[in-house]
C-alpha cells in the first residue's frame, strides 16, 4: 500500500522479444474450426493487443499465410514433431524465414490423449495428426533438435522440477508449465501448483512461462508471484476468435490487459517485475 502507482505498465519481454502485457496466446491445433478466418485471424488479433500468437504446426493454414496475415506481429512456432527429420528442418527453416521468433517444442504429447467429448461427439482429426506424433522421442532427440536452429527454443509440457532439470541440459532457452489445458493425462497436477517447483529447479538458467486456467488478470499475477514470466490463454484466446474472428481475439487480450494493469495497481506494482512471492501471501 501506499506505492506510487501512477505511472504503472505492464509491457515486459519474453526470450528478448517485448510484449505489450505478459499474456501471449497459446497454440492451438485447427483454428479453421472457431472462424473461418482461423489463424489469420488470431494473429491480426494478437498483433492489435501487441503480443506472440504462437501458432501450432496443426493449423488451418501454413505457417507463411498466418505470418503474412499480421506483417508487423510477433510469433512463435510450435512444434509437433513426427519421425521424419528431414520434414522437421524443413519446418525449422521455413518457421525462421517467415518471421517465427521461437520454438515452441510441446513434450506432452507422445500420444493424444483420450478426449471423451470427442468419442461421443464424434469429432475426429485428420490423419495426417499421425506424421505430428513419435512417441519414441527421448532428451537425447531434444538436444538434437536444439542444434537445428539459431532461434530460442523451449519446451512445452513440463509439470517436474526433474524434467525443467533435463531440459535446461539439453540446452533450451524456456520452459512452458503446462498440462496441456487437462486434455492429455487426466489426474495430472494442475500447472499452478507444479510452477513453482519448476522456477525452483530451473533458477536462472531459462525462462519458465505457465498455461492452463488463466481467465483473469488476477490468475497473471498469480502466475508472475510464483515465477512465471509470461503466461499463455488457450480456450479465452479461442473463445474470442469463435465470437468476432480477430476482433474477438484483440477484445479478450485487452480485457485481460486491462485487468493485469488494474491488479498490478492494486497490489502496488509499477510493472511486472515488481510482483513477487509475497503478493499472495505465504503458500
Ligand atoms: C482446442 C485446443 C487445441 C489445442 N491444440 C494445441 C496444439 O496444437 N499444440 C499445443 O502445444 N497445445 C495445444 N493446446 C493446448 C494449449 O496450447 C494450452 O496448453 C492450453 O489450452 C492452456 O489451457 P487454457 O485453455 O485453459 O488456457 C490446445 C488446446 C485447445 C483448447
Known amino acids: 500500500m501506499l506505492v506510487d502507482v501512477s505511472q504503472t505498465t505492464a509491457a515486459t519481454s519474453v526470450l528478448g522479444t517485448e510484449v505489450g502485457f505478459p499474456v501471449l496466446v497459446a497454440p492451438m491445433a485447427f483454428q479453421g474450426l472457431a472462424h473461418p478466418d482461423g489463424e489469420r485471424a488470431t494473429a491480426r488479433g494478437a498483433a492489435a493487443a501487441e503480443t506472440i500468437m504462437c501458432l501450432s504446426t496443426l ?142 529447479a530451473v533458477g536462472d538458467r531459462a525462462e519458465v512461462l505457465l498455461d492452463g486456467g488463466v481467465r483473469r488478470g488476477t490468475d497473471v499475477v498469480k502466475a508472475l508471484a510464483l515465477g512465471a ?22 477484445r479478450v487480450l485487452t480485457l485481460l490487459r486491462e485487468e493485469v494493469e488494474l491488479a498490478l495497481a492494486l497490489c502496488g506494482c509499477a510493472s511486472p517485475a515488481d510482483v513477487a512471492r509475497s503478493h499472495i501471501g505465504r503458500v
Not at 503474412?68 to 519421425?83: C, M, S
Not at 537425447?140 to 512445452?156: F, G, N
Not at 514470466?229 to 474477438?248: M, P, S
Open 59 to 200: 493449423s488451418t493454414v501454413s505457417l507463411e499465410e498466418a505470418a503474412e496475415a499480421a506483417p508487423g506481429g510477433k510469433r512463435w512456432f510450435q512444434l509437433y514433431w513426427g519421425p521424419d527429420r528431414a520434414k522437421v528442418q524443413d519446418l525449422l527453416a521455413r518457421a525462421e524465414a517467415a518471421g517465427y521468433r521461437a520454438i515452441v517444442v510441446t513434450v506432452d504429447l507422445p500420444e493424444v490423449g483420450r478426449r471423451e467429448r470427442d468419442l461421443r461427439t464424434g469429432f475426429e482429426t485428420p490423419a495426417s495428426l499421425s506424421d505430428v506424433t513419435d512417441n519414441s522421442l527421448t532428451w537425447r532427440d531434444l538436444e538434437w533438435l536444439r542444434a537445428q536452429t539459431a532461434l530460442p527454443v523451449l519446451v512445452k509440457g513440463i509439470l517436474t522440477g526433474e524434467d525443467a532439470v533435463l531440459a535446461t541440459e539439453a540446452g533450451v532457452e524456456g520452459i512452458v508449465v503446462s498440462n496441456h489445458g487437462g486434455r492429455q493425462l487426466d489426474g495430472v497436477a494442475a500447472s499452478l501448483d507444479a510452477l513453482p517447483e519448476v522456477v525452483e
Open 229 to 250: 514470466r509470461v503466461v499463455l490463454v488457450g480456450r479465452a484466446a479461442l473463445y474470442g476468435l469463435a465470437v468476432d474472428g480477430a476482433g474477438g481475439v484483440e
